[in-house]
Nanobody
C-alpha cells in the first residue's frame, strides 16, 4: 500500500509560480513511475508530468518549458515546480504512483487568476 500526500496548491496570479509536493509513504524508487495529473472542472484528468524510477521524464506539451518535475529520494517526495502560471492551469492537481497497482493522492487545488 502506498499513501500519497500532496501539498503546495493555492491561489496565484497569472505569471506567478507555485511548487507542489507529493510525499510518498514508501521509497519513491520502489515504484515504477510517479507523476502529476490535473483535472479542471468539466474536463478529463490529464497527465502533466511524470518521472520513472530510472529517471526518464515526460511532460505534457502544454507545460513544457514552464513546469519541472523533480524528486528527493531522502524525503520520498516528488515535486512539481510550476512557473509562468496561466489561468488555464487552474485545476485540481493529483499525484499518482504506479507499481503493481496505481495509487492516487487526494489532490490539491491550484487556481490561477488573470
Amino acid at each position: 500500500q502506498v499513501q500519497l500526500v500532496e501539498s503546495g496548491g493555492g491561489l496565484v496570479q497569472a505569471g506567478e509560480s507555485l511548487r507542489l509536493s507529493c510525499e510518498a509513504s514508501v521509497s519513491i524508487f520502489s515504484v515504477d513511475t510517479m507523476g502529476w495529473y490535473r483535472q479542471a472542472p468539466g474536463k478529463q484528468r490529464e497527465l502533466v508530468a511524470l518521472i520513472t524510477s530510472g529517471g526518464f521524464i515526460n511532460y505534457a506539451d502544454s507545460v513544457k518549458g514552464r513546469f519541472t518535475i523533480s524528486r528527493d529520494s531522502a524525503k520520498n517526495t516528488v515535486y512539481l515546480q510550476m512557473n509562468s502560471l496561466k489561468p488555464e492551469d487552474t485545476a485540481v492537481y493529483y499525484c499518482k504512483a504506479r507499481s503493481a497497482r496505481i495509487y492516487w493522492g487526494q489532490g490539491t487545488q491550484v487556481t490561477v487568476s488573470s
